[in-house]
C-alpha cells in the first residue's frame, strides 16, 4: 500500500540554521506530494504541494521538490525563525476513482531556539 | 471568513456515553473527512464523504459514526464502543480530494 516516511524527530536547530526534513514515500500510482504545518494546539495548515515529478512547492521561504527518482520530497528551509517551531507532516494523495486519500508520514517536531 | 470550523474546542465525557463532535465548512468544498491525532503519531482517518449523504469508512471507523445530511454539516459520533476514545479529532474538507483545509480540531478526554 500506499506509505510515508519521515525523519523521526524531534529536530532542534538554532534560529537561522538551515533545515532538511526528510521524506519518502512508496505509492502504486502516480500520486501528488505535500507538506503540512500543525502549530501546538490546532489543525494542520497546508504549506506546500507538489503535483508531479521535478516540480518544486514552496511557501514562507520553504521548498521541497518531487523527485521521482529517489522517491522523496524533502522540505528545506535557509534560514529558521523561532516561529517556525511546530509538526511537519509529509502527506501522499494518489488518484483512484474516487477512493483517494491521503497519507500521512508520523511527522516531525521542530523546535527552533533564539 | 470560508473556512471549517469545529465545536467545542475541548470536550469531557464519561466513559460509556456517546458524544458528537461538530465540524461545519463554508467552502462549498463537496468532500469531507475526519482524523483521529494521538501523541506522536500521524493522523489516521476515521470516515469521509465525497457527497450529501454517502459516506465511506476510513482505516479505524470502528466505534464511530457519521452523518452528512446537508453539504456544509459532518458530524462525528463517538459511541461507547470505542476502547481508546481519548484523542485530538480533525475535520478537513477538499474540492477534490487532494489538497484538504483542516478545522482548528477537538480535544475529546473520556475518563
Known amino acids: 500500500g500506499d506509505s510515508v516516511t519521515q525523519m523521526e524527530g524531534p529536530v532542534t536547530l538554532s534560529e537561522e540554521a538551515f533545515l532538511t526534513i526528510n521524506c519518502t514515500y512508496t505509492?502504486?500510482?502516480?500520486?501528488?506530494l505535500f507538506w503540512y504545518v500543525q502549530y501546538p494546539g490546532e489543525g494542520l495548515q497546508l504549506l506546500l504541494k507538489?503535483?508531479?515529478?521535478?516540480d518544486k512547492g514552496s511557501n514562507k521561504g520553504f521548498e521541497a521538490t518531487y523527485r521521482k527518482e529517489t522517491t522523496s520530497f524533502h522540505l528545506e528551509k535557509g534560514s529558521v525563525q523561532v516561529s517556525d517551531s511546530a509538526v511537519y507532516f509529509c502527506?501522499?494523495?494518489?488518484?483512484?476513482?474516487?477512493?483517494?486519500?491521503?497519507?500521512f508520514g508520523t511527522g516531525t517536531r521542530l523546535t527552533i531556539i533564539p | 471568513d470560508g473556512g471549517i470550523t469545529q465545536s467545542p474546542k475541548y470536550l469531557f465525557r464519561k466513559e460509556g456515553q456517546n458524544v458528537t463532535l461538530s465540524c461545519e465548512q463554508n467552502?462549498?468544498?463537496?468532500?469531507m473527512y475526519w482524523y483521529r491525532q494521538d501523541p506522536g503519531q500521524g493522523l489516521r482517518l476515521i470516515y469521509y464523504?465525497?457527497?450529501?449523504?454517502?459516506?465511506q469508512k476510513g482505516d479505524i471507523a470502528e466505534g464511530y459514526s457519521v452523518s452528512r445530511e446537508k453539504k456544509e454539516s459532518f458530524p462525528l459520533t463517538v459511541t461507547s464502543a470505542q476502547k481508546n476514545p481519548t484523542a485530538f479529532y480533525l475535520c478537513?474538507?477538499?474540492?477534490?480530494?487532494?489538497?484538504?483545509?483542516f478545522g482548528p480540531g477537538t480535544r475529546l478526554t473520556v475518563t
Open positions: 507538489a503535483t508531479k515529478a521535478d
Open positions: 464523504s465525497q457527497i450529501v449523504n454517502d459516506f
Open positions: 478537513a474538507s477538499s474540492l477534490q480530494g487532494d489538497e484538504q483545509y
Open positions: 467552502l462549498n468544498h463537496d468532500a
Open positions: 505509492a502504486t500510482g502516480y500520486p501528488s
Open positions: 502527506a501522499l494523495w494518489v488518484p483512484n476513482f474516487g477512493n483517494e486519500k491521503l497519507t
